[in-house]
């Protein structure tokens, strides 16, 4: 790979998302946390953890599943019985939460910066209650535990990837609504496709997305419906071979796409490793940017089952592996040989920083 280069894309906003991502249990920003109870919690056979899903639901195949799967594994090992509840559209927040506290949860995970505003409500009237809100950290009370992702990191290996692999050029990108928690992934990606036309002196195009001007392609919500098949076949007929969707279950519209299409075409996932997750299509996926959402919430709640909530923001980075990249899998041998080690190079780069990935939207690790 060519010599590296600092490379500054980007200054971050400055109040954008600040963070969590792993429990402070991991390495990273901000202070590890105590062996004191902050805000009360019970021994573990008095602990009960809670869930609530945003719209998505827990069989997203994405973030509210990976969620879940980590608060069912905590409780597994704590030896107690999780309780969930879903919710199907933004006036359930609310209630689902009400609903978890009346019922004894000792701590709820509510997932999606879409449930900020209940979580805060429910926070400040429960204060015996924690909580662990997924994805914002506009709240700052001593029982929320904010959990975000540098995504725009992860998302930069990614668009380096597509932009190695297109054959045609072009690869494309489109989101559910326009959240930052959604268009972080989208500048990063672009990023690193003009980092691999830099390195390079190639010229794959970006559709669907537009950094610099922070507009793009978007369904105005995250149901799979037909206006993201909509949207994916508009970047397929712009040529792309590339198709990174952001925003839950949209990838399934853009998997019916694609495989209308009939096209040679490569799809990126967002969250959780899709090729594991989605199954039936996993032969369709090059690789997924990956939130540790799992791994995180199993252990913010095993510590919390222990008596050692801790509210201290965390970002999730490279550096402390809370985002990161999928394997290949089928696609190992249709990659550049080379790819891998120079994704390598450009992760220590990014870690060291010399190699700097920014975004409007990216959370602070200060």
Not at 60 to 73: M, P, R, T
Not at 155 to 169: D, I
Not at 188 to 208: C, H, P, R, T, W
């Amino acid at each position: 790979m060519e010599e590296t280069l600092t490379i500054t894309f980007r200054k971050a906003a400055a109040s954008s998302l600040a963070g969590v991502g792993l429990v402070a249990l991991l390495a990273g920003c901000g202070s590890a946390p105590s062996s004191d109870n902050t805000s009360g919690g019970a021994a573990a056979s008095d602990f009960l953890p809670c869930i609530v899903s945003d719209a998505g639901g827990f069989d997203d195949k994405s973030f509210n599943q990976s969620s879940y799967e980590g608060l069912v594994e905590a409780a597994d090992t704590l030896g107690v019985e999780p309780k969930d509840v879903q919710s199907d559209k933004e006036d359930d927040y609310a209630p689902n939460i009400t609903n978890l506290v009346d019922q004894g949860c000792g701590l709820i995970v509510t997932v999606g910066f879409a449930l900020a505003d209940a979580t805060k409500a429910a926070a400040e009237e429960n204060t015996d209650v924690d909580f662990v809100m997924l994805d914002d950290n506009s709240i700052d009370l001593e029982n929320v535990k904010p959990v975000v992702y540098d995504t725009a990191q992860a998302a930069f290996l990614a668009g380096y990837t597509a932009a190695a692999y297109s054959k045609t050029g072009v690869v494309g990108t489109f989101g559910g609504s326009q959240f930052p928690t959604v268009t972080i992934f989208m500048d990063g990606f672009a990023d690193g496709v003009a980092y691999f036309n830099e390195q390079k002196s190639k010229d794959v195009k970006v559709v669907g997305w537009d950094v610099k001007g922070q507009t793009g392609s978007f369904t105005g919500g995250f149901e799979a419906n037909d206006t993201a098949k909509q949207l994916a076949n508009a970047l397929i007929d712009q040529n792309a071979d590339v198709l990174l969707p952001v925003g839950g279950p949209i990838f399934l519209s853009a998997i019916e796409a694609v495989k209308d299409s009939g096209k040679d075409i490569a799809m990126i996932g967002v969250d959780a490793d899709l090729y594991e997750t989605a199954a039936a299509d996993n032969g369709l996926f090059l690789t997924s940017i990956l939130k540790q959402m799992k791994s995180g919430v199993t252990d913010i709640v095993e510590a919390a089952g222990k008596g050692d909530f801790d509210a201290t923001p965390y970002v999730g980075t490279l550096e402390n592996d809370g985002v990161g990249i999928a394997p290949f899998h089928d696609y190992e041998s249709k990659v550049p040989a080379d790819l891998q080690g120079e994704l390598d190079t450009i992760k220590a780069g990014i870690i060291d920083g010399s190699i700097t990935v920014e975004s409007p939207s990216s959370p602070s690790t200060k």
